[in-house]
């Protein structure tokens, strides 16, 4: 129902992770991108398979690659795609005639009973009866027997979406480039029904993108990647929650269809004001607004060293990811938030009252920002022999430190560092073998559990590929089938809190014994007394703490059928931490 192309919450694969549920890393990245920018996406989950991604792999890897210009004439392309939004279900509430009737059920009364004691007695709801069908016993009953379709007046019957993206690609043999721009908008769900706001929920992006590669020489190789986003998100009613989830929970807890109603842009309460009805909760109360802003820049150098030996190369690489957000609130509580009352005149007309002094609404802003340097250095080797074998082999150092400014653990920054190898050989495509090892460190241990050793092995076969099964099965039916087999060793440091060797600062005055306020001791005679505060001790530091590990553990097999159009794939995995 918020205006928000994703839920960043959670990404399973495999389902959970560690035993904390987080936030993997950087996956705000894949929210953000416009999927005219992606080339591929693929799901790595075999710890062979995320070997080389160290640490950061330990839960697996969404691997994106988006797209880059190729060899040719000048490419543009222009799309754009718009959607109805609808909701799913109509919640079918109840009207007031047949909720007080119900009402009375409950407390042991007939519906239509005229005992005086039931909550409802019958000519009362005949009185909301004569309002739903449009013929009230008197002309003012709808002020004062109404019954109010929350759904009708706070959510819209649909809202639009649309997205365009113009993108344009090509090169020469020496330079080759793909520059994308985009812009995504998403209406909400939500009506805004505060005359006096003029705000809507809403969420809308902008992207851009330009991947180029430059041959400096036959033998190097320059990759330059930019890109970034520009997001803005605008929510109604109080931040911590809405729209969605107080609009349920005012909706079936406190708001019958006779407690409230908007008049002239008014809302009016016919109960108790401070039992939260829906009305209230929403753009009455003002609104949020979230501007966020992220950046990418990668630089990777490609050296071929095929004079030293054939297949050999060495590869650089050097990104910053930037990450900015600013929160607007503008926002009344509900305690303060204006509401009326109707009387009823001596002449038979309605006047409505205010019961609450209206009040400025607060005026909050907050900011964070983070960043990300990443550095890696590799050497690969690829090289077949005799048209039959093929080995191939990766060392790779890494480095990487993000910057936060959100609370005094993130103000220092987190360092990661590790060596990855890889050796794979396959024979003529059909046997495959694979080993992975990847020694990773991590600043959120102690000296000594800093670094952890994670081994990683897989086996393939190819059985396609063997002269005696193509005299079995003719390769028009199955051109393609492997089976094929890992196991392996990962490491997570995101067990907790960080620094978890080290003992946690003491908190002051903290709500310790009651959930708020303050908490305070107090010594001497009454009267006299002498208040103390006091402390609580956080998290003791244990010097012994170190990775979480995992083994896991994988059997699958690949088909592929009808000329490969038509393929399936088969897992079997275990992991024990």
Avoid at 207 to 230: A, F, H
């Amino acid at each position: 129902f918020q205006a928000e192309d994703g839920i960043r919450d959670l990404v399973r694969s495999r389902g959970l992770g560690d035993v904390y549920k987080r936030q993997a890393h950087n996956i705000n990245d894949l929210f953000f991108l416009d999927p005219n920018e992606i080339e591929t996406l693929s799901i790595l989950k075999d710890a062979s398979a995320t070997a080389v991604y160290g640490v950061r792999g330990a839960n697996g890897v969404i691997l994106v690659t988006t797209k880059r210009g190729e060899t040719g004439p000048v490419k543009i392309t222009y799309s754009a795609n718009m959607a109805v939004i609808q909701p799913t279900i109509n919640m079918g509430l109840l009207d007031s005639y047949v909720q007080t009737g119900m009402a009375n059920e409950y407390k042991g009364f007939s519906a239509n009973t005229t005992n005086p004691a039931a909550p409802f007695t019958q000519d009362v709801r005949e009185r909301y009866k004569g309002v739903i069908e449009g013929n009230p016993v008197n002309i003012t009953d709808p002020f004062f027997f109404p019954s109010t379709d929350y759904e009708d007046v706070m959510m819209k019957d649909f809202t639009m979406q649309h997205q365009h993206n113009f993108n344009i690609s090509g090169g020469t043999e020496k330079l080759r480039y793909f520059a994308s721009l985009g812009y995504y908008n998403q209406g909400g769900m939500f009506k805004n029904i505060n005359p006096y706001l003029d705000k809507t929920t809403d969420y809308k992006r902008f992207n851009y993108r330009t991947n180029m590669d430059i041959d400096v020489t036959k033998s190097t190789l320059v990759e330059i990647n930019i890109g970034g986003t520009d997001n803005q998100n605008v929510n109604l009613g109080d931040y911590s929650y809405e729209p969605s989830f107080k609009y349920y929970t005012s909706l079936f807890a406190f708001s019958p269809p006779w407690s409230s109603y908007i008049y002239d842009g008014k809302p009016v309460v016919l109960t108790d004001p401070s039992a939260n009805p829906i009305l209230i909760q929403s753009g009455m109360r003002g609104y949020s607004e979230e501007l966020q802003n992220t950046a990418d820049y990668t630089i990777a150098v490609n050296q071929d060293l095929s004079l030293l030996s054939k297949g050999l190369s060495i590869k650089g690489k050097a990104s910053l990811s930037t990450y900015y957000r600013n929160l607007i609130i503008r926002d009344k509580d509900q305690r303060n938030t204006p509401t009326w009352v109707p009387a009823l005149n001596e002449d038979n007309t309605v006047s409505f009252y205010q019961i609450r002094e209206d009040i400025l609404p607060r005026n909050a802003t907050s900011q964070n920002k983070n960043k990300k340097e990443y550095y890696e250095l590799s050497l690969n080797y690829n090289r077949r022999f005799d048209n039959k074998h093929n080995v191939g082999a990766l060392v790779l150092a890494y480095a990487e430190k993000s910057h936060f400014s959100e609370s005094y653990f993130n103000a220092i920054p987190r360092s990661y560092m590790g060596v990855v190898g890889r050796v794979t050989y396959n024979y003529m495509n059909r046997y495959l073998a694979e080993y992975n090892a990847g020694f990773n460190g991590s600043e959120n241990f102690a000296e000594g559990n800093r670094f952890g050793f994670f081994p990683a092995y897989s086996f393939g076969w190819s059985f396609t590929e063997e002269p005696w099964f193509r005299n079995l099965i003719n390769e028009q039916i199955l051109p393609y089938g492997k089976l094929r087999f890992s196991y392996g060793k990962v490491g997570n440091d995101r067990i907790g809190r960080r620094f978890l060797y080290l003992p946690d600062v003491y908190y002051m005055n903290t709500t310790i014994l009651h959930p708020y306020f303050e908490n305070r001791v107090q010594f001497g005679a009454p009267g006299s007394t002498t208040t103390y505060p006091i402390a609580q001790q956080g998290a003791a530091g244990n010097p012994n703490v170190t990775w979480e590990k995992s083994n896991k553990m994988n059997y699958g097999i690949e088909l592929s059928f009808m000329k490969g159009n038509l393929k399936a794939a088969f897992d079997y995995f275990t992991e024990d931490r």
